[in-house]
């Protein structure tokens, strides 16, 4: 079983950029994959972003490719969401989830964490 805890989450200008980092306990990090995701007011909840165990595959939403990269450091049990060229539509509460690594891409999360709130002002 792995806990995670997100973090990063702020408000910033149109343009801008911010790093969330989510940190997981556990000491078999690097077999799980991981994701991001995010969901803004009266919205559902939406997939941004998965990387594998050893962080050599990635898959993105078409609406954050080129803008965002998610990475992992697995020395340090945390994964991170590089935001770029940040745009109103981006706010939201961003969760980061992890499942345990059998079949790439993950189709389901098991494990969330409760989320950080980024807010990008127009």
């Known amino acids: 079983q792995v806990q995670l805890v997100e973090s990063g989450g702020r408000l910033v200008q149109t343009g801008g950029s911010l790093r969330l980092s989510c940190a997981a306990s556990?000491?078999?990090?690097?077999?799980?994959?991981l994701g991001w995701f995010r969901q803004a007011p009266g919205k559902e909840r939406e997939f941004v972003a998965a990387?594998?165990?050893?962080?050599?595959?990635?898959r993105y939403a078409d609406s954050v490719k080129g803008r965002f990269t998610i990475s992992r450091d697995n020395g340090k049990n945390t994964m991170y969401l590089q935001m770029n060229s940040l745009r109103p539509e981006d706010t939201a509460v961003y969760y980061c989830?992890?499942?345990?690594?059998?079949?790439?891409?993950?189709?389901?999360?098991?494990?969330w964490g409760p989320g950080t709130q980024v807010t990008v002002s127009s």
């Open positions: 989830a992890a499942t345990y690594a059998s079949g790439w891409p993950p189709r389901t999360f098991d494990y």
């Open positions: 556990g000491r078999t990090f690097s077999h799980y994959f």
């Open positions: 990387i594998s165990g050893g962080g050599f595959s990635t």
